[in-house]
């Protein structure tokens, strides 16, 4: 049997190179070979111990580029395809899943997180969860799963033409969440404290307003940008609970706030605030197969250019010593890729 390496999470701040066995192909199941593996901003959060719904040790790594090796659908999938996975176990029998939110699964498993993940030379899946490339090369693929959380994230708000979306943390999902609003039509607003992410904002996505809440007076801002209405949607994609708290009060009246962003404390608003904007409030959690496809053909029609989120790279050789500096602020990290 082929032997393999894997990278596990022990602990928080541990990461350790193991050995794993190349098992059976297991029926109705994929074998891929790793090749490019995007870090979240859950794998940074489990690395540093404030990851919710997580346990140790675990395989992180969901978002992936793969080679197909052997599938148990060969018609379907060729050996040397490249294909993307869509990272979410669900168990197709609960509400959820039978009226077609697969996303949010009462029993979810998605892998790097419930199960383990990506960070390994193979991985075997089932092969419903796996998506073909359609053209799309390595580092689009293993960057379509962030995108199409932040793409699920404005269909929740079902963003229309000509509104104002805030849009609160310019990371990974935040960026994908801007791009799909201005898809949509909207005029986005874009919030961060880090400025070289607001500075991506401009050059890059083209984003027209950004404000730092360090040194910008938000709420003024806010009212001058939308010429005195607030945004009609406003969406955190922190995990901040500062941030989250805060953002209750940039809405609109009639406004939607959802949240792709997570924490693990309680949010707490104003009730008499929200009420009398006759507000709604909405999770947005992963993303559904209609978002994949979605993403896949932004990419391929030149929607969307994602390369550019890439800002360091490392082999899988070198990720567990370079894995702690993507946790520090100085180095700008907006996207890590790891190629095998």
């Known amino acids: ?62 978002e992936l580029a793969a080679e197909v090796v052997s599938s148990s659908d060969p018609e379907e999938f060729e050996a040397g395809e490249l294909v993307t996975i869509m990272p979410y176990m669900n168990c197709g029998k609960c509400l959820a899943c039978r009226s077609g939110k697969t996303n949010c699964c009462s029993i979810m498993q998605v892998f790097g997180v419930h199960r383990n993940g990506g960070m390994a030379e193979y991985l075997q899946v089932p092969t419903r969860l796996v998506i073909k490339g359609n053209g799309l090369n390595l580092d689009e693929l293993a960057l379509v799963e962030p995108l199409a959380i932040g793409a699920h994230g404005i269909r929740r708000a079902a963003v229309a033409q000509g509104e104002y979306v805030l849009v609160i943390g310019a990371g990974p999902i935040g960026l994908g969440a801007m791009e799909f609003a201005k898809i ?101 959690r992963n993303a559904t197969i209609d978002d994949f496809n979605q993403v896949i053909s932004a990419i391929k029609n030149k929607l969307i250019d994602p390369i550019p989120y890439i800002t360091h790279r490392s082999s899988f050789n070198h990720v567990a010593t370079d894995f702690q500096s993507w946790l520090d602020p100085e180095n700008a990290v907006i996207k890590a890729m790891v190629s095998l």
């Open 184 to 284: 949509s039509g909207a005029k986005v607003i874009s919030m961060d404290t880090n400025a070289k992410r607001l500075d991506f904002c401009q050059q890059k996505l083209g984003i027209e307003y950004i404000i730092n809440p360090i040194y910008d007076d938000v709420n003024g801002l806010l009212m001058d940008i939308t010429g005195g209405d607030m945004p009609s949607v406003v969406i955190d994609a922190t995990g901040n609970l500062n941030a989250i708290n805060n953002g209750f009060q940039y809405m609109a009246h009639g406004g939607r706030y959802v949240l792709i962003g997570l924490q693990k404390g309680n949010i707490s608003f104003s009730h008499p605030e929200f009420h009398k904007r006759e507000a709604t409030l909405m999770s947005s």
């Open 1 to 62: 049997m082929t032997e393999y390496k894997t990278l596990v999470c022990r602990k928080p701040g541990e990461l350790v190179y193991a050995v794993e066995t190349i098992s059976e192909l297991a029926t109705d199941h994929t074998l891929l070979k790793i090749k490019r593996i995007g870090i979240c901003g859950t794998d940074l959060h489990a690395f540093g111990g404030s990851q919710p719904y997580f346990t140790y040790p675990r395989v992180l790594g969901h």
